[in-house]
């Protein structure tokens, strides 16, 4: 019953080659441009090559003028590892210990 149908669908679906689905993807893109003017169709396709880079250039140039981790928040971090790693780590066994005790009764 459905298996057949199932695998005549997936043998259909196989045989689609590179060839018919490079011409399945371009496609609305050529459908796209097959409105635009004989005479306007570099014009329009430099316009969009031309936004494409300005956009890249800016969103590379924004990236670099992202706020970096100042020196005073290095320091504030460096002071909390060093809080942890000095009072509460050498507690953490003894602090759990107690919270179990506190669970269990």
């Known amino acids: ?10 043998q ?5 080659t590179a060839g018919q689905l490079v011409f ?3 496609q609305p893109v050529r459908q796209l441009f097959a409105l635009i003017p004989e005479d306007n169709k570099y014009f329009v396709f430099g316009a969009i090559m031309g936004v494409n880079l300005l956009c890249f250039l800016l969103a590379k140039l ?3 003028t992202k706020p970096r981790l100042t ?3 290095k ?3 460096i002071a909390r590892r060093k809080k942890i790693l000095e ?3 050498p507690k953490q066994s003894d602090m759990y ?3 179990l005790a506190q669970c269990a009764e």
């Open 87 to 89: 009072t509460i780590k």
């Open 75 to 77: 320091k504030l971090h």
């Open 62 to 64: 924004l990236s670099r």
């Open 12 to 16: 259909r679906r196989v045989a689609i």
């Open 97 to 99: 210990s107690k919270y």
């Open 24 to 26: 399945q993807t371009i």
């Open 71 to 73: 020196s005073r928040m």
């Open 1 to 10: 019953g459905s298996a057949y149908y199932i695998k005549q669908w997936y």
